[in-house]
C-alpha cells in the first residue's frame, strides 16, 4: 500500500511541499515527526529533479513505515 502520493505541477525552480494532514494523525507531534522524517530523504534527490513544485502528501498510516522503506516508497515515488 501507497503511504504518499504525489502531485506535480510546472514552476521555475524545484520545490518541495510535504503535508500531512489531521486525516494522518490527530496530534502535531506524528504529523511533524512524518514531516522531518521525508525532508532529509528528498533532499537526497532534489538535485536530480526537473523544475517543477513536487506536492508529497502523505495517507493514513505513514507513520508506522519503517526507515528503510520509506526511503524506497518516495524514492520509487519521484521517478528517480
Request: charged share 30%; aromatic share 6%.
Amino acid at each position: 500500500m501507497a503511504h504518499f502520493y504525489l502531485r506535480v505541477t510546472p514552476a521555475d525552480r524545484v520545490m518541495l511541499v510535504i503535508s500531512v494532514s489531521k486525516k494522518v494523525s490527530k496530534k502535531a507531534v506524528i504529523r511533524n515527526r512524518i514531516r522531518r522524517r521525508v525532508r532529509p530523504i528528498l533532499q537526497k534527490f532534489i538535485s536530480s529533479l526537473k523544475p517543477a513544485t513536487y506536492f508529497i502528501i502523505a495517507k493514513p498510516g505513514a507513520e508506522e513505515i519503517k526507515g528503510e522503506t520509506l526511503e524506497k516508497e518516495l524514492k520509487s515515488l519521484m521517478i528517480i
